[in-house]
Every structure is written in structure tokens, then in C-alpha cells.
């Protein structure tokens, strides 16, 4: 079984009225290679005729943002086209690459009537050489992310990407890495074969569970040794939830500043160049 490193709490970090904890980074942990950056807001309820998100246009490049609406909605818009509003249990998987400049805010529907939020924003890194990819992004309803049920009804795991019990996730990324959120009845068992090589993402959204022989609750993340392939989590309370992944790390340098991660300083200011000169797509409302 692959041993426990530390685990990390998440820092409270909110955003205007958007109650926000950030697992990823924090001064006990930087990154997870090639995990980078996890925020988590909510859980909360907005009231009737509120703001809504406050993720007004934006760059990205050289990663990609991979979010989990648990509660209410998200209006997606981007210069490369896309728009879409992702509900409840819906993924928004957005590749950066080059650059481009996208929104995140709340659909016209729930500024007006509000109700229940909460959504995990995920940055998932890139390799050198896949940096100045094309940009695409993909929204998912909850009905188009397969779910698998295991241990008699007690474990659903909702595969994004990556294969879970043998069935593919919904997006088919472009590395390595398989995500996944996953739903836990009171003493719900889940066991996977993750290589050793592997970064394992772990992060407690809900609940309390035995990871890997170790408690951790709400708003954790756990940190592994290289240094095993067994993986086991056990609820230890009704309706656990656990954002669950793992990928073969990069190995490369990272150099983040604001919006954008590249390789070298060199290629920040590049980004910050072309980002100014226009070369993000154009923004249109």
C-alpha cells in the first residue's frame, strides 16, 4: 500500500462575497506535478438577485482548467467560440494551450433566483511540448460522465478522463491523467491499482474517509510517497466525496506568473507580449 506523505489543509481564501478554500498551492504544499493549482468554493447558498461568480474575462495559457460544478451553474465563454452553462454534477474541461481569454459566471437563471454553489476549479499542467496547443474546451452535463458503481451500491465513481473499472472517462484528455469524482455511502470501500511512478491527486470534498489507512476529512489533501500501487478509501461518514486522480509527473521546470505557466521566465514575458498584442483571440460579449 503507498504511504501517506502529509496531508495538507486547505487555506481559506475568499473572493469578494464567494466563500473560497485553496488546497492547491499552499505553504505547506506548491504543486503535485503535473497537478498545480486547486480551488474550492462554497459550499455556500446566494440569495435571490445576487452577482453571481466573479470570474469576468480572463487569460490562460501554457495548462488546462478542468472544473466540477457540485451546486448550481456556470456560464462558459471563451475567444475561441465556446459558450456553454454546465449544472449540477457537470464538468468544464478547458485547454489553454497558446492562450486564449474565457469567462466563468453565473447563468442569467441563477443571479435571479440563486440557490445552492459549489465548484472546484482544478489546473492541470502541460508539457513542454504541448504549451502552445490549440485551445478546446468541453462542457458536460451530469447524464454525459459515465457512472461506475462499486461495492454493492456504496461507491459511485463519476469518471471525467482516464479509465475507472474499466470504463472510459467522458473526455478524452491529452496526457496521461485520469480524474474522477467519487460518492461514498457510510463504510463505502474503494481499492485501486495506481503505479508507483504515478502522482495521485486526493482531495476530500465532503465527509471524512481511511485513505490508505489514514483519516482525512473535508477540505484535505493528501500528499503520497512514490512508493507503492495500492490505493484504498473508506467512508467514514454518510455521503463522503473525494475528487480522485492520478498521472506520470513532467518533470520540467515551472515558471507560473498570474494566468499563465510555462517552462521559463522567457516564455512568461512572451505570453504577457502576446496577450497584449491581441494574439489571445478576440473578446466578444
Known amino acids: ?21 485553496r488546497a492547491l498551492p499552499t505553504n505547506s504544499v506548491e504543486h503535485l506535478d503535473p497537478f498545480l493549482f486547486l480551488n474550492h468554493h462554497g459550499p455556500q447558498t446566494y440569495p435571490a438577485r445576487n452577482r453571481g461568480l466573479p470570474f469576468g474575462p480572463h487569460p490562460h495559457r501554457g495548462f488546462e482548467t478542468v472544473t466540477f460544478i457540485l451546486e448550481g451553474d456556470i456560464l462558459h465563454q471563451d475567444s475561441g467560440g465556446h459558450r456553454s452553462v454546465i449544472g449540477p454534477g457537470g464538468i468544464q474541461w478547458m485547454t489553454a494551450g497558446r492562450g486564449l481569454i474565457h469567462s466563468e459566471i453565473s447563468s442569467d437563471e441563477f443571479k435571479q433566483t440563486g440557490g445552492p454553489l459549489e465548484i472546484l476549479q482544478l489546473w492541470v499542467n502541460l508539457p513542454a ?9 468541453t462542457g458536460l452535463q451530469q447524464p454525459e460522465i459515465p457512472a461506475v458503481t ?18 472510459a472517462g467522458a473526455v478524452q484528455p491529452l496526457t496521461d491523467m485520469a480524474l474522477a469524482t467519487v460518492n461514498f455511502r457510510q463504510d463505502g470501500r474503494l481499492q485501486l491499482s495506481i503505479a508507483a511512478g504515478r502522482t495521485i491527486f486526493c482531495y476530500v470534498i465532503r465527509g471524512r474517509l481511511l485513505v490508505n489507512g489514514q483519516e482525512a476529512e473535508a477540505r484535505q489533501l493528501v500528499e503520497f510517497n512514490y512508493d507503492g500501487d495500492d490505493f484504498e478509501a473508506r467512508a467514514l461518514t454518510d455521503d463522503a466525496v473525494l475528487l480522485l486522480g492520478h498521472a506520470v509527473p513532467f518533470n520540467e521546470p515551472i515558471v507560473a506568473a498570474g494566468p499563465f505557466v510555462m517552462n521559463s521566465e522567457a516564455e512568461i514575458r512572451q505570453a504577457y507580449q502576446d496577450y497584449q498584442a491581441g494574439r489571445f483571440g478576440t473578446w466578444t460579449e
Open 1 to 21: 500500500m503507498r504511504t501517506i506523505k502529509t496531508l495538507h489543509r486547505a487555506q481559506s481564501a475568499p473572493i469578494a462575497d464567494l466563500t473560497t478554500y
Open 129 to 137: 511540448r504541448l504549451k502552445m496547443t490549440e485551445p478546446r474546451y
Open 150 to 167: 462499486l461495492d454493492e451500491g456504496r461507491v459511485t465513481i463519476h469518471a471525467v478522463s482516464g479509465n475507472w473499472a474499466g470504463t
